[in-house]
């Protein structure tokens, strides 16, 4: 409740010297108006809770890649996904709102020939890669940044070419994100 309408009730009912039908009317109309304020309130707070979570796979052990081209990710198993922002079809998270955004990485890979580089890209961008080389063992990267973005501004997660991640039920591959506050 703003401090201002709490007040303006207050006096309402102090008066004393007031007819009570014109009080009674003042003090509905003065409800009414907070009533339409919490309402806004409610409506404003549930646009401002974006989170998501997801993993490159639900549980199937699987490597993407190596591919001729960079590669946009999708990641399917989303056990997170608040808001509704980020699109498990595409691989693609779209700010609702006007913001300061974190997002985390984390890549694994089977070591071999291929190297392991995920670029998060803002639109066409490359903002941060994260990438991991060598010959044997599993290997692993991890990345993250606060990004201002627009309304409607993407985000995603690209294979660099030549480049592979692992995944499994262990969800070892997995891409978060979440807004920290509105601008």
Known sequence: MKTTAVFALLLLVCRVSA?????????????AKLKV???FLKTHAQVHKV?????????????????????????KYVPTNIGNAYNPDTGIFTAPVKGVYQFQWYVGAQGGVANT???????????F??????????????????????AGDTV???????SRVYDNGNHHTTFSGNLLYTI
């Open 19 to 31: 007819d009570p039908k014109d009080l009674l009317k003042d003090v509905a109309a003065s409800l």
């Open 117 to 127: 580089a995920v670029a998060l890209i803002k639109g066409s961008e490359v903002i």
């Open 156 to 162: 995603f997660l690209r294979l660099w070419k030549g």
């Open 129 to 150: 890669s994260a990438l991991e080389a060598q010959n044997h063992g599993y290997q692993t990267s991890s990345q993250g940044v606060a990004l201002t973005l627009e």
């Open 51 to 75: 989170t998501f979570s997801a993993s490159l796979v639900s549980g199937d052990e699987t490597t993407l890649g190596p591919f001729n081209t960079h590669t946009p990710m999708r990641f």
């Open 37 to 39: 304020e919490v309402a």
